[in-house]
């Protein structure tokens, strides 16, 4: 099968790894790919949003199965597109269409399914600019800490968590009348804060049957034991050991089965990828938020302890049959690390030469974000390699990715040395 996937960072390179190791893979096109998929497939010069230029390239290269890395093509309508025109939509497309990313793309809008389908969630109020007054009048009904987050799609940035009222006053003036997050800010949904510890469970579904992911947990925070600002992921862990067997059944029960079905209910045709965030909170899930596409790091682990053919897995989503198939998962724990450029996720300098790539032997280097410059790999953003490793434990995967670390070098490079602290 001819496989093009959209999409440039470590989540795609680590599809683009777990889709080569298939027999039925024909030709695997990334689009635009990085300095690591190049290795594996061919990149294509594309924008993820350059619909035309993605379908053109998919008929003239007899393209079978489209994989949509990132949420900003969902949430644009590219399943939509692909569906709309008779030469492109015999194309499956792994990634719902734009009524069901808004599961991703509208806070307000997932809040009001989980509502409506009784998926427990945080209690919840969404407002706007004329509604600033009230919103300060919510705030005063919740205990702190409180969480604020823009409605729209924000980069994974436009959640806030003030732990007075005075400063969540002062942040939601900003989001709302000063448009701190632009567009995606002008609606803000305030929760009440859940205690517990968070995780993610991720679903793939063809709109009829599922298949439950390996469980991950990542970590946001710039800075060791949680410190700092938030960037897209430092790390992660998979399996997680809090998730027990009874826990993942409350999740199933709760949660699972009644986004499926309310996403079938609501006459949403949802194909592709479910990331669910949650919080256990003493035992019991609750959702914080849903994705509409892998995550990234947690990609990085969790497709790495898929054993089944994951172009089989895919080509049963396209045409409905996911339910037949066996789906297959290892018992060993995948840990990964993320290098980043100093300075991230503020200011931060491209272009410097990544060394000793070629060294590591223990672990898998997915890269996040690289490009080939005058036969070099060099640093293309500010998370910039995932070092993924297998082990019987957290500490002996998390020993590995250390030590392949160590091996690895670019000017201003920094990691986090805590991953999985607090398991």
Same mark, same amino acid.
């Given at each position: 099968?001819?496989?093009?996937?959209?999409?440039?960072?470590?989540?795609?390179?680590?599809?683009?790894?777990?889709?080569?190791?298939?027999?039925?893979?024909?030709?695997?096109?990334?689009?635009?790919?990085?300095?690591?998929?190049?290795?594996?497939?061919?990149?294509?010069?594309?924008?993820?949003?350059?619909?035309?230029?993605?379908?053109?390239?998919?008929?003239?290269?007899?393209?079978?199965?489209?994989?949509?890395?990132?949420?900003?093509?969902?949430?644009?309508?590219?399943?939509?597109?692909?569906?709309?025109?008779?030469?492109?939509?015999?194309?499956?497309?792994?990634?719902?269409?734009?009524?069901?990313?808004?599961?991703?793309?509208?806070?307000?809008?997932?809040?009001?399914?989980?509502?409506?389908?009784?998926?427990?969630?945080?209690?919840?109020?969404?407002?706007?600019?004329?509604?600033?007054?009230?919103?300060?009048?919510?705030?005063?009904?919740?205990?702190?800490?409180?969480?604020?987050?823009?409605?729209?799609?924000?980069?994974?940035?436009?959640?806030?968590?003030?732990?007075?009222?005075?400063?969540?006053?002062?942040?939601?003036?900003?989001?709302?009348?000063?448009?701190?997050?632009?567009?995606?800010?002008?609606?803000? &949904?305030?929760?009440?804060? @859940?205690?517990? +510890? $968070?995780?993610? /469970?991720?679903?793939? #579904?063809?709109?009829?049957?599922?298949? !439950?992911?390996?469980?991950?947990?990542?970590?946001?925070?710039?800075?060791?034991?949680?410190?700092?600002?938030?960037?897209?992921?430092?790390?992660?862990?998979?399996?997680?050991?809090?998730?027990?067997?009874?826990?993942?059944?409350?999740?199933?029960?709760?949660?699972?089965?009644?986004?499926?079905?309310?996403?079938?209910?609501?006459?949403?045709?949802?194909?592709?990828?479910?990331?669910?965030?949650?919080?256990?909170?003493?035992?019991?899930?609750?959702?914080?938020?849903?994705?509409?596409?892998?995550?990234?790091?947690?990609?990085?682990?969790?497709?790495?302890?898929?054993?089944?053919?994951?172009?089989?897995?895919?080509?049963? &989503?396209?045409?409905?049959? @996911?339910?037949? +198939? $066996?789906?297959? /998962?290892?018992?060993? #724990?995948?840990?990964?690390?993320?290098? !980043?450029?100093?300075?991230?996720?503020?200011?931060?300098?491209?272009?410097?030469?990544?060394?000793?790539?070629?060294?590591?032997?223990?672990?898998?280097?997915?890269?996040?974000?690289?490009?080939?410059?005058?036969?070099?790999?060099?640093?293309?953003?500010?998370?910039?390699?995932?070092?993924?490793?297998?082990?019987?434990?957290?500490?002996?995967?998390?020993?590995?990715?250390?030590?392949?670390?160590?091996?690895?070098?670019?000017?201003?490079?920094?990691?986090?040395?805590?991953?999985?602290?607090?398991?």
């Amino acid at each position: 099968m001819n496989i093009l996937i959209i999409g440039s960072g470590g989540r795609e390179h680590a599809l683009s790894w777990k889709l080569t190791q298939s027999k039925k893979l024909s030709n695997l096109f990334i689009a635009p790919g990085n300095a690591g998929t190049s290795e594996l497939g061919t990149n294509v010069d594309l924008s993820v949003s350059d619909f035309e230029g993605i379908g053109n390239f998919c008929i003239q290269n007899n393209i079978e199965i489209l994989v949509v890395g990132p949420e900003v093509p969902l949430v644009e309508g590219i399943h939509d597109y692909f569906e709309s025109k008779p030469e492109l939509n015999k194309t499956a497309v792994i990634g719902p269409k734009k009524m069901g990313a808004q599961l991703e793309g509208s806070k307000k809008f997932s809040k009001e399914f989980m509502e409506r389908h009784n998926i427990p969630t945080a209690r919840y109020k969404a407002f706007t600019k004329e509604t600033l007054e009230d919103s300060f009048a919510f705030l005063e009904t919740l205990s702190p800490p409180y969480v604020l987050k823009a409605d729209g799609l924000a980069a994974g940035k436009g959640v806030v968590i003030p732990d007075n009222i005075e400063d969540a006053k002062k942040e939601l003036t900003e989001m709302l009348a000063n448009s701190k997050f632009g567009a995606a800010s002008q609606e803000v &949904v305030i929760e009440e804060f @859940l205690d517990g +510890i $968070e995780l993610s /469970v991720f679903v793939l #579904t063809d709109g009829d049957s599922y298949k !439950v992911l390996p469980t991950a947990k990542d970590y946001k925070r710039i800075g060791e034991g949680d410190k700092g600002l938030n960037t897209g992921g430092m790390g992660a862990i998979s399996p997680v050991p809090f998730a027990t067997n009874e826990f993942l059944q409350k999740v199933e029960e709760r949660i699972i089965k009644p986004s499926v079905d309310g996403l079938k209910k609501d006459g949403i045709d949802y194909v592709g990828f479910l990331f669910i965030g949650l919080m256990n909170v003493k035992g019991d899930p609750f959702v914080i938020e849903y994705n509409v596409r892998m995550g990234d790091p947690e990609t990085e682990v969790v497709i790495p302890r898929i054993k089944s053919d994951l172009v089989e897995v895919f080509a049963a &989503v396209g045409n409905k049959t @996911l339910g037949e +198939i $066996e789906f297959k /998962v290892t018992p060993q #724990t995948v840990c990964t690390v993320m290098a !980043v450029s100093g300075g991230y996720p503020e200011a931060y300098e491209k272009q410097k030469v990544i060394n000793g790539l070629n060294l590591v032997t223990e672990s898998t280097v997915f890269h996040a974000g690289t490009k080939i410059q005058d036969g070099n790999v060099v640093t293309n953003g500010g998370r910039v390699v995932a070092v993924s490793s297998f082990g019987s434990t957290k500490k002996e995967a998390l020993d590995k990715s250390y030590a392949s670390l160590k091996k690895i070098s670019f000017d201003n490079m920094y990691f986090r040395s805590d991953i999985g602290f607090d398991l």
